[in-house]
Structure formats: C-alpha cells, structure tokens
C-alpha cells in the first residue's frame, strides 16, 4: 500500500502563488503517472495538472502557463506551483496516482482558498 500525502495548502490574494507537494511513501514514479486534480464545493473533481511516469507533463487549460507541475525522484515528492493565483482557483486539491489508466492511490487533499 502507498500513502500519498498533500501540503501546502492555505489562505493566499488573488495574484499570489503557493506551491503544493505530495509526498509518496514509497518511489513509484518510474510506474505511476502522478495527477493533480481540485474540487470546489458543488462542483466535479477536475484534473488540473499531470505527470507522466516518462516525465511528460500536462497542464488543464484553465491554468496553463500560471501551474507548473514537477517532481523530484529522490524525494519522493511531485509538486504543483500555483501562481497568479485566482479566485475561482479556491478548491480542495488531491494528489493522485495512476497505472495502466487506472487510479491506484489518492491522497486526503488540501484546502487552497484564493481571496479577491
């Protein structure tokens, strides 16, 4: 079983940016294409960003060019840069891990809330 885990989350201005992590209890990058998906409230959970166990990244059109997505082997960790951020960008944001097309493991998200 892997854990994955979230943070980084919290309360920032509209225009500011904050970084999330997701730490995985185990390296499964070279197996696993690594997701970011949100949910606001009353809405369906969206993919926001990805990374492909090759490395090869994908952003939403929503925020292209304001998200980065990027990981780090050694670590164990994939991260989502946030900047320019907006408020319509206020979600709960999950990590998730995916195989064959296949959602495998989900972490308990963090709670980003972007003020105007």
């Known amino acids: 079983q892997v854990q994955l885990v979230e943070s980084g989350g919290g309360l920032v201005q509209a225009g500011g940016s904050l970084t999330l992590s997701c730490v995985a209890s185990?390296?499964?990058?070279?197996?696993?294409?690594m997701d970011w998906y949100r949910q606001a409230p009353g809405m369906q959970r969206e993919l926001v960003a990805s990374i492909s166990s090759g490395g090869v990244t994908y952003s939403a059109d929503s925020v292209k060019g304001r998200f980065i997505i990027s990981r780090d082997n050694a670590a164990n960790t994939v991260y989502l840069q946030m900047n320019s951020l907006k408020p319509e960008d206020t979600a709960v944001y999950y990590c998730?891990?995916?195989?064959?097309?296949?959602?495998?493991?989900w972490g308990r998200g963090t709670q980003v809330t972007v003020s105007s």
């Open positions: 998730a891990a995916k195989q064959w097309e296949m959602y495998e493991y």
């Open positions: 185990k390296n499964i990058f070279s197996t696993h294409d």
